[in-house]
């Protein structure tokens, strides 16, 4: 069984920065792909991002060229570095990852881009 512990949000001004952290622990077999995806209210969970094992990443369009997705193996941690954020943003993010064929997601972290 994977716990996944995730921090890093909260309220932000348009065009600022976040950073987004998620770690991994239990019983942990290979660590494969690692993402973020976000819910905001009346809407579907959406795919942000999403990295593989040896670093290939893949964005939504709306985050493309704003947010990088990296992963510490060592650490058994991905992170969602977010810049120029928009108010459009504003969602629960939910890490999510894939250990021997299983997924496992975060309990969510609010982010809330507003003046």
């Known amino acids: 069984q994977v716990q996944l512990v995730e921090s890093g949000g909260g309220l932000v001004q348009p065009g600022g920065s976040l950073r987004l952290s998620c770690a991994a622990s239990?019983?942990?077999?290979?660590?494969?792909?690692m993402g973020w995806y976000r819910q905001a209210p009346g809407k579907q969970r959406e795919l942000v991002a999403y990295?593989?094992?040896?670093?290939?990443?893949n964005y939504a369009d709306s985050v493309k060229g704003r947010f990088t997705i990296s992963r510490d193996n060592a650490k058994n941690t991905v992170y969602l570095q977010m810049n120029s954020l928009k108010p459009e943003d504003t969602a629960v993010y939910y890490c999510?990852?894939?250990?021997?064929?299983?997924?496992?997601w975060g309990q969510g972290t609010q982010v809330t881009v507003s003046s």
């Open positions: 999510n990852v894939m250990d021997s064929g299983r997924s496992y």
């Open positions: 990295i593989g094992r040896i670093g290939i990443a």
């Open positions: 239990g019983v942990i077999f290979s660590l494969n792909g």
